[in-house]
């Protein structure tokens, strides 16, 4: 033995280790991020503790420590696509705090009744008027349909609504019901425009109050009503950004609820974000702060809930649609900002600036999804007729 004492080997080791910023400047220099360089998708660093908390904990140490200030990133968008395309999320190695809430997500029915109250509070509560600000007249909060005609969010969001009227084969007089209806866009547009009578269900109260306002007079009825509580039977089904609170536990139980309030030959339409890879958690930050709860299913994982239950008859993606609509959405919240300033204040701020960039950055690294499924309950003679 050379006769140092433990502290003195441990302070050589610790010596010889690379420092938590270099470790860090190497990862992001696989993605040609830099830190504390010049341009708009560079990490402007403020206090170095930024590293410990990152490698403490990856996703909520990078958003937590953003909300705090304690780094910035003009264009996050882009820091985020470049992160995600170099795959730096698959090769961290789980923490121990993400393996806890990997645990929970095995053992945990998280999107249960009971639990999935608390997004409704945590998100869709914060005051119509702020997310008014941010939308479309129409208050679509899912990805939008640039179909190269669409020269602005409010034609899209139109273009959205009509797409999946026109996938429904919707006829007047016909019934609809709508599982997770926001507040009311799709049930407004497709009663106005193709003569409908739709029955939709949320949990949102403040969602479902500022829905009935603007349906006063359509054949729409609203049922503030959890959506694994739906009755009755209707021509089509309908549920658009509702999958993304299911939970891979639940996504069996889902389909066959809307495949019993399908009559004979009824048609099915899922609008939903997905993943790559199937997973049975979610990332923390988002679950802590945005969505508690949420969950993005996989190919695999809605193709085995749908095995021998549906006739799967089209199944569209358009993912980079959405990286478009969330960076209008934060180019409508930064225009309203000084407006709701006061109320929401500093931290939140960069909360919501952190989730709409880090979103979009997701989607144009095709790290995440959006898809359309067309699924019909008895198969359509003669095929579906494709709508896009």
């Known amino acids: 033995m050379s006769g140092e004492t433990i502290p003195a080997l441990l302070k050589r080791r610790e010596e010889r280790m690379p420092k938590l910023p270099d470790l860090i400047a190497t990862l992001f220099d696989q993605a040609d991020i830099r830190i504390n360089g010049t341009r708009p998708w560079d990490m402007q ?114 273009a959205k609504l009509d797409l999946i009227c026109r996938k429904l084969a919707l006829a007047p007089g016909e019934k609809v019901l709508e599982l997770g209806c926001g507040w009311g866009g799709f049930a407004r547009y497709a009663a106005e425009h193709y003569g409908v009578q739709v029955t939709a269900c949320n949990i949102s109260t403040a969602q479902i109050e500022w829905a009935r306002a603007r349906c006063n007079g359509l054949p729409v009825e609203f049922r503030l009503q959890d959506y694994r509580d739906a009755t009755g039977v209707f021509d089509k089904v309908v549920a658009i950004g509702l999958c993304e609170h299911v939970g891979y536990k639940n996504y069996r139980s889902f389909l066959e609820l809307a495949y019993r309030c399908l009559k004979p030959g009824g048609i099915f339409l899922l609008h939903t974000i997905g993943r790559n890879r199937s997973v049975t958690h979610t990332d923390p930050w988002i679950d802590r702060y945005i969505f508690p709860g949420g969950m993005l299913p996989s190919v695999a994982q809605l193709g085995q809930a749908m095995d021998d239950l549906f006739v799967l008859e089209d199944w569209q993606g358009f993912g980079a649609d959405y990286d478009r609509t969330l960076m209008a959405w934060h180019a409508n919240f930064e225009q309203a900002w000084p407006r709701f300033s006061g109320e929401y204040g500093n931290r939140f701020y960069r909360m919501w600036r952190y989730y709409l960039l880090s ?30």
């Not at 200030?69 to 090769?91: I, P, S």
Request: hydrophobic share 40%; proline share 2%; charged share 25%.
């Open 45 to 158: 660093c403020h206090d170095e503790a930024v590293f410990g908390r990152i490698c403490d904990d990856v996703s909520m140490g990078l958003g937590e420590s953003y909300m705090e200030g304690m780094w910035d990133c003009e264009a996050l968008d882009q820091f985020f696509d470049r992160a995600l395309t170099a795959n730096h999320d698959r090769k961290i190695r789980p923490t121990p705090a993400m393996l806890v809430e990997a645990a929970k997500a095995r053992l945990l029915n998280r999107q249960s009744k009971h639990r999935s109250q608390k997004v409704a509070k945590v998100h869709y509560d914060i005051g119509n008027a702020f997310y008014e600000a941010m939308l479309d007249p129409y208050m679509q909060y899912t990805c939008a349909y640039w179909n190269g005609t669409a020269e602005n969010l409010a034609a899209a969001q139109e």
């Open 359 to 388: 979103c979009a950055g997701a989607f144009r690294s095709r790290q995440t999804q959006l898809w359309q499924l067309v699924l019909s309950k008895d198969g359509i003679r003669g095929g579906w007729k494709r709508a896009r």
